[in-house]
């Protein structure tokens, strides 16, 4: 039983004062690289981060005449904190990206915009009819309400937390399993998420899910929720993960961040 007591009012401990803080904002004066492409992305290969790569590999897998820088913003370093990057999503999460296309620069965050954002311009992955696109909507917008309980419940319980709490793990390993099962039973009669056709959905959704079914996301973890029961969601994860755009954008490499920052 915790001896724990909720103060009047909450302060940060001290033992958590870190890269973590209640407070926004930039906290050093930083200048981002940019390359010659037209796209310039910063980022990371989390869940989160590898989404966008994919979408720019499958756009070029379809064609598409497009071009990206890609630059890397270790989190576990504060790169998100610095005066450039916040500028772009003031969050300070990764990915962002800026498009310098027409001689405008457009600033795009959170990972779900920044594939809708793409999708809309290059009218690909997302389809034109109202019902299919709601549809395609219904689920990118599942995968931004839910995965917040996978990474930050699950993931940081189960893999992260200094400490192991027995009703945080169960409360949120539950939660996990609840969603995979969401998936399954949907994926039963669908070839993708959101019908016949892979789309943004699809994306976003196997950048969480797909990489915890592979056992690629919490070490343990597929084991630790039987991610084996979820046929269906292994089969559409498997689908998924052998599209070759998928294994460009993974294979990826980062370009490293100027080193003009004043931290």
């Given amino acids: 039983m915790s001896d724990y007591q909720l103060p009047r009012v909450w302060k940060t401990p001290e033992t958590m004062i870190g890269l973590n803080r209640p407070t926004a904002g930039s906290r050093f004066q930083q200048?981002?690289?940019?390359?010659?492409?037209?796209?310039?992305?910063?980022?990371?290969?989390?869940?989160?981060?590898?989404?966008?790569?994919?979408?720019?590999?499958?756009?070029?897998?379809?064609?598409?005449?497009?071009?990206?820088?890609?630059f890397k913003i270790d989190i576990s370093e504060g790169d998100q904190?610095?005066?450039?990057?916040?500028?772009?999503?003031?969050?300070?999460?990764?990915?962002?990206?800026?498009?310098?296309?027409?001689?405008?620069?457009?600033?795009v965050f959170e990972s779900a915009n920044i594939l809708l954002y793409l999708a809309d311009k290059y009218h690909a992955f997302l389809p034109e009819t109202l019902s299919e696109k709601t549809e395609v909507l219904n689920w990118l917008f599942w995968q931004t309400g839910a995965a917040p309980f996978l990474g930050g419940g699950f993931g940081h319980f189960f893999h992260y937390a200094p400490e192991k709490i027995p009703y945080a793990i169960d409360r949120y390993t539950m939660e996990a399993k609840r969603q995979l099962?969401?998936?399954?039973?949907?994926?039963?009669?669908?070839?993708?998420?959101?019908?016949?056709?892979?789309?943004?959905?699809?994306?976003?959704?196997?950048?969480w899910y797909g990489r915890l079914v592979e056992g690629k996301l919490y070490e343990g973890s597929d084991v630790f929720l039987d991610v084996n029961?979820?046929?269906?969601?292994?089969?559409?994860?498997?689908?998924i993960a052998d599209r070759p755009a998928v294994k460009r954008a993974l294979d990826k490499t980062y370009q490293p961040l100027s080193d003009t920052a004043d931290r």
């Fill in 229 to 239: 029961a979820y046929t269906h969601l292994g089969r559409w994860a498997r689908t």
């Fill in 31 to 70: 200048t981002l690289p940019r390359g010659e492409a037209i796209y310039q992305l910063y980022s990371l290969g989390t869940p989160n981060g590898i989404k966008v790569t994919i979408m720019f590999e499958e756009l070029k897998e379809l064609g598409i005449d497009i071009h990206y820088d890609l």
């Fill in 181 to 207: 099962d969401v998936l399954d039973k949907e994926l039963a009669h669908k070839t993708y998420i959101s019908g016949d056709q892979y789309t943004i959905a699809d994306i976003a959704i196997w950048s």
């Fill in 81 to 107: 904190f610095g005066s450039d990057f916040v500028a772009i999503n003031p969050n300070s999460k990764i990915p962002a990206l800026l498009d310098l296309s027409d001689g405008k620069e457009i600033r």
